[in-house]
Structure formats: structure tokens, C-alpha cells
């Protein structure tokens, strides 16, 4: 039988046909260091966008963590993710000047940080015992691109982290847009060949691929730390 196909090159139209959310910083601010544009002639667009809107998520989630607590319960790139994630975007975690961001990208950087925030130290890398997470939950809703591509995608995803959980714990403690970064995208997409339907193939960014996978990760070490409850008699 073939391998899956597994690209990670262009990210899918249908996962950025969306509104963007828009924040500009006025005055002055005490609190969360806000996101600053990353300088250096090296850095690509992408990647200076992404490590900006770590940046911003790292702000958001110090700054309003029950606010993004919420954000997070929305189906991603639904009608109700933008309009949670626009009340996201406030003054007080810009540096200077406007941000124009993805929900997509917001809601990748945010798993990133609570991730680190809660197991950077000490993360489980066994999720045999973690029952099976509905990531069709909320898909219901009005949402801008393909529902079943998102769901896809994230269970993909969850099924790479369970195979291979250290290899999805390095890249998400890898720093985004760095050297770790990209040798961690070497080791884990060999991972994901049998998460993928025979003669499946799949085209993403390393933005897309690294969200899906901190989500995933995020959410199943929540699950593996979660006290087990002995059953009654």
C-alpha cells in the first residue's frame, strides 16, 4: 500500500478566507510586554508575522486569560471565534502602530503559550488513557472556510501527538520561526503518515501544521492531568 502524501508548503485558501481582526495601540500601557513587529533582514513575512503574533497571544493570555478562556470554546473560524478574538485585540498589547491578524494564527499562538505556562517544566508524553476528544464539537455554527477541513486537520493531529508525543512536545517549546523550529518539523511529519487516509494528500503552512498540533497537544495534556475518579461500587 502507498504512504499518504504529506505536504507542508502552501497554506489552504479555505483556512484564511476570513475577516481579520484589527488592533492599533494608543497611549500608554502598564502590564503584559506587547507584541512588537520582529526586525532583521533574515526573517520572511510569514515568519515575522508569526513570531509577532506569538508575541501578542503570549500579551492576550497574561492580560485576559478568562477572556481567551472563552475565545477557545468557539468553533475555529467561525462567525463567533472572530468576533471573541476581535475583543481580544485591544490597545494594550500592541507596541506602536496597527496589527492586522488571522484567527487562525491568534488561536495557534495561544495554545502555544498555555501550553508552555502549564507544562513547559513537566509535560505528559502518554496520552493512552485520554479518551477520544470531539473536535467536531460547535461545528455547527456559521463559519468562514471548509468546517470539515478544520475537524480534519485536528484530528490528524491528535492522532500525530498520541504516536509521537515528545516529538509534538519539542516543537511546541521550540521558539517560533527558529532553528529548533524547523528541525522539529523534520522529525515530526514522518509522524503522520498513518494519521493521514490512504491517497489522502494535504497542503499546510508550518503555521497551520503548528497550531493544529498545539492544540491537540494542549488539549490531551489537560485531558492526562486531569485526577481519575475511582468508580463507585
Known amino acids: 500500500m502507498g504512504r499518504p502524501a504529506i505536504l ?14 484589527y488592533a492599533q495601540r494608543t ?13 532583521g533582514a533574515g526573517a520572511s513575512k510569514e515568519d515575522r508575522s508569526r513570531v509577532a503574533m506569538y508575541r501578542y497571544a503570549e500579551c492576550a493570555v497574561d492580560n485576559s486569560r478568562a477572556r481567551v478562556e472563552l475565545y477557545l470554546q468557539t468553533f475555529p473560524g467561525s462567525e463567533a471565534a472572530h468576533k471573541s478574538a476581535n475583543k481580544l485585540a485591544v490597545d ?6 496597527e496589527m492586522r491578524f488571522s484567527e487562525t494564527l491568534f488561536r495557534s ?8 505556562r502549564k507544562f513547559q517544566k513537566d509535560g505528559p508524553v502518554d496520552f493512552s488513557a485520554v ?8 461545528s455547527d455554527v456559521k463559519a468562514y472556510g471548509d468546517t470539515q477541513s478544520r475537524i480534519a486537520l485536528r484530528q490528524i493531529a491528535d492522532c500525530t501527538v498520541r504516536k509521537a508525543p515528545q ?3 519539542t516543537l511546541i517549546l521550540s521558539m517560533v520561526a527558529s532553528n529548533a523550529e524547523g528541525a522539529a518539523f523534520t522529525q515530526i511529519v514522518p509522524s503522520m503518515g498513518g494519521c493521514v487516509f490512504e491517497g489522502s494528500k494535504l497542503t499546510f503552512s508550518k ?3 503548528r497550531g493544529v498540533i498545539g492544540e491537540a497537544l494542549y488539549r490531551l495534556s489537560v485531558g492526562e492531568s486531569q485526577p481519575t475518579v475511582a468508580a463507585k461500587d
Open 167 to 169: 516529538e509534538s512536545r
Open 207 to 209: 503555521s497551520v501544521l
Open 27 to 39: 497611549g500608554t500601557r502598564v502590564g503584559p510586554s506587547p507584541a512588537q513587529i520582529p526586525e
Open 8 to 21: 507542508v508548503a502552501v497554506l489552504s485558501s479555505a483556512l484564511l478566507c476570513a475577516p481579520l481582526a
Open 92 to 97: 494594550d498589547c500592541l507596541s506602536v502602530g
Open 131 to 138: 479518551p477520544a476528544i470531539d473536535y467536531t464539537l460547535g
Open 109 to 116: 499562538g495561544v495554545y502555544d503559550v498555555l501550553y508552555r
